[in-house]
Each structure stands twice: as C-alpha cells, then as structure tokens.
C-alpha cells in the first residue's frame, strides 16, 4: 500500500526539504539543501552502502533518514503509519522501483552502464573533465565544486550534486577509499617558503603538508596521499609555471614526486579542438608503487585551428546579445585612449573564418574581449551562453538553463576546453591500459 502510495505521488526533487534536522542538530553539516543532495546522489549513483564499520555505519543512517524525511513529509504519507528504516532503505536501493528521484538518472549524461575504471572530479565547475572522462568509459565515484551556481548545473546534466568545500574533512570523508584517476582543475595560489628547506628530512607526507598548507593545492595532493590513485590529472592557467617568480610550480612537481608519482606537463592550446586561442597547462602522472617509473605516456599532438568561430554561431541570435549605442560608443573610445598612450587595449572583434581570443569568466560584463561582427549599420553583439558553451567544447544538450546568463558565462569562462580535456585523458586510459596488459602478458 505504501508503494503505491508513493507512486501516485510524483515526488519531484523540488519538494526535497530543505534542511535535515534531528533534535535540532543539523545531519549533514554546515549546508542543507546541496549537501544532502550530495550525499543523496551519491549513494543512489554509486549502489549500497558495503560494510559495517563506523563509517558505513554513519553513512547508512544519513541515507536513511533523508529517504525518511523526504517521504514524511508528502501529503500522502500523513495517514500512513510511520515509515520505518528497513522500508526507506529499500528505497533508497531500489528508487526506480519505487517511482522516485527520477530527477537523478534522466539526465543528459548518465554514468556509462558498464564503466571500464573510476575517478573522482575536484573544482567540479560545470563538469568539462567529467564529460571526458565519461566519454572513455569511466565512472565518477565523488564530486566537489562549491559554487552554488556551478552545483545546479552539474547537478541538472548529470544528476549528483557535488559535495561542497573540499578544504574539510568532513567532505573528504565521503570520497571512496579507492579509485583509479584523480581529476582537477585546482585554482592557482602562491605558497610560502617557510619550512621549504625542509622537506628532505621530513618524509613524504610531513614534508608536502609543511609546504603546501593552506592552500588548495595541498588539499589535492593531502587526496592523492591518502588515496593512492593509479594516476591524477590537473589542469591549470598556462602562467601556473611563471607564478610567484616560478616557486609555486616548483613546489607542485616537487610534491607529487615525493608523493611517489611521476609528472608530466605540457602547455596545450584548445584551438586543435574548438575555435578559440586558450592555452593551458596539463599535469599527469602516474603512481610509481604501481608502474614502476616504467609507463610510457605522450600528449596527444597540437594543431593549427582546424575550425571557425562561424560554426558556433546561431543563426538568428536574440537581440538582448547586441551591445548598446551608449556601450559600443564607450567601448571604442576607450580603447583609442588606450592604444594612444601604447597600452595595447582593445576589444575582440572577430574574423567569422578566424578564432576567438580566450573567453574568460569576466565575459558578462561587457562581452568585449570576444565581439561577433553583425554587417551595415548593426553594432557588434557578445556571443550568448549556448556559443560560449559550444567555444569550450559543450554539445548542445547540455543544459545551461538553471542558472541566469551571468552565472553561464562565469561557469563558461572558468571551464576546460571538453575536446582538448578528452583527447589527453584518452592517452591517459591508453598508458594505464597497455602497461597493465603488458604486465599481465609478462607474468
């Protein structure tokens, strides 16, 4: 009876609540809605809960009790009698079965139905690596982006909420205690030099956690410490190598060789894959527990542009994109101002057969820096989110209408380029591939 109960019912996410509370004290930690989505999603995406110990344990019970609350709360429930733990854990297993939480599977990017490896996504954004990587077959077993524009839109294309600041350890405790690739696009940040000189005779763990305390790099590195992934892959502005007079590069390849891992790294430019100048810098690297400095691992090669900015274009593009008299007035003035004292200011007006500079994730506020030309007297225009979205790779079912233009174009702007992101993490699978085969071969 209560099955059908719930059937009828048509439970939506919407009418999740908002906060999870018992005797007053908060389940899930500082946030409510994300966090508890998070933990939900999760679970639902990643099957039962295995084992006995304190933390499978704990984990059980948030999962319980957020399937509890989220079917007490229905209006027809408040008849029934009181939905015990065993029946909510049935749900929780079984939620097709039981008609809810559709929301988390009918996705644009569902989890591939027989995943050839794992790897978890950190500094999610709006999910670039996680489309690589799904594309070769993984599998994405944890989550993080604390943005919370950036969450809704992770969220609607693939149906888990990423967990929230990845500096705690309450988050870090939800990531799985194994999985095969680390992936992230971690922000760039100076690091201080004290206790630098010490990392020699400190060992491997004290030594990377004296030197990159503090910043998010060390959360990165604290992950691969404790975890042990076969390999890792980060991604970074392309200057990450001159910053801080080229100490904060120094401090990352010293770390993750300590750590026991290989590193290889390269600057790449996303216009092989899409119509756009944007270099970045790849990390690899692999663990030498594992592979025994004996891996064999190339970039894929780099090429001219290939494409043009008039292929991301849309046809009949709405007249909100256009700039203003009193804007594109402005904009040309102020670039004069600037080209005569010989600052090099201007805006980008495109060639239509050429490509765009770098979009960033400052592109909202006036759209300069990447202007579409219109013909005869019709002011330029901004591309819209939809070709921002295309200019870093994005297919056009990938949803961007949860959040308004501005967060779209921020979330654009601070993406990877997806094409670029897959055609490493394919020579990635292909290294961790053909060194196992032959090592299988060879035994």
């Known amino acids: 009876m209560m099955a059908e109960c719930v059937i009828n019912a048509e439970l939506k996410l919407q009418a999740f609540p908002e906060e999870i509370t018992e005797d007053g004290v908060k389940i899930y930690g500082e946030t409510s809605y994300e966090n508890q989505m998070a933990v939900l999603s999760q679970f639902l995406h990643n099957g039962k809960i295995v084992g006995e110990d304190i933390d499978a344990i704990k984990r059980r019970k948030e999962v319980v009790m957020a399937i509890r609350e989220f079917l007490e709360r229905k209006k027809c429930i408040e008849e029934l009698p009181e939905i015990d733990e065993e029946f909510a854990m049935r749900v929780a297993e079984s939620p097709i079965e039981y008609s ?6 009918n996705v644009p990017f569902p989890d591939p139905e027989k995943p050839k490896f794992t790897f978890i996504d950190l500094f999610a954004g709006m ?3 996680r489309l690589a990587m799904q594309a070769q077959g993984g599998k994405c077993v944890f989550s993080s982006e604390w943005n ?3 969450q809704k839109t992770y969220f609607a294309n693939f149906g888990e909420m990423p967990f929230g600041d990845i500096t705690k350890e309450s988050t870090k405790s939800y990531i799985p205690k194994q999985f095969d690739i680390l992936c992230a696009g971690f922000p760039c940040q100076p690091f201080s030099i004290a206790g630098v000189s010490k990392k020699k005779s400190l060992g491997r763990e004290t030594g990377f956690k004296d030197k990159t305390q503090g910043t998010l790099f060390f959360d990165v ?3 691969i410490s404790r975890h042990r992934p076969k390999a890792f892959y980060l991604e970074n502005v392309k200057n990450l190598t001159s910053h801080d007079k080229g100490n904060t590069f120094r401090i990352i390849q010293e770390t993750l060789e300590e750590l026991n891992y290989s590193v290889h790294y390269q600057v790449m430019d996303g216009q092989t894959y899409v119509p756009q100048h944007r270099e970045r810098i790849m990390i690899i690297g692999f663990d030498r527990e594992r592979f025994h400095d004996e891996e064999i691992f190339h970039f ?3 090429h001219q542009a290939t494409r ?4 991301i274009l849309d046809a009949n593009p709405e007249p909100k994109y256009t700039l203003s008299d009193k804007l594109w007035n402005y904009l040309q003035v102020y670039a004069e101002k ?3 004292k010989g600052n090099g200011f201007g805006y980008g007006l495109v060639e239509l057969n050429g490509i765009s500079r770098t979009l960033s994730a400052r592109y909202y506020k006036d759209g300069s820096e990447i202007l579409i030309p219109q013909g005869e007297g019709k002011n330029p225009r901004k591309l819209s989110p939809r070709e921002c979205a295309r200019l870093m790779g994005y297919p056009d079912i990938y949803r961007l209408d949860q959040v308004s233009d501005v967060q779209a174009y921020r979330q654009c702007g601070n993406s990877v380029v997806v094409p670029l992101i897959s055609a490493v993490s394919e020579k990635i699978i292909q290294t961790i591939n053909n060194y196992e085969r032959n090592t299988n071969f060879s035994h």
């Open 100 to 105: 809810i939480f559709a929301d988390f599977y």
């Open 127 to 129: 999910g670039g690596f």
């Open 148 to 150: 919370k524009y950036a």
């Open 221 to 223: 590195a604290d992950i």
């Open 300 to 302: 894929p090669e780099q």
């Open 308 to 311: 043009s900015i008039s292929e």
């Open 338 to 340: 600037h080209r005569a």
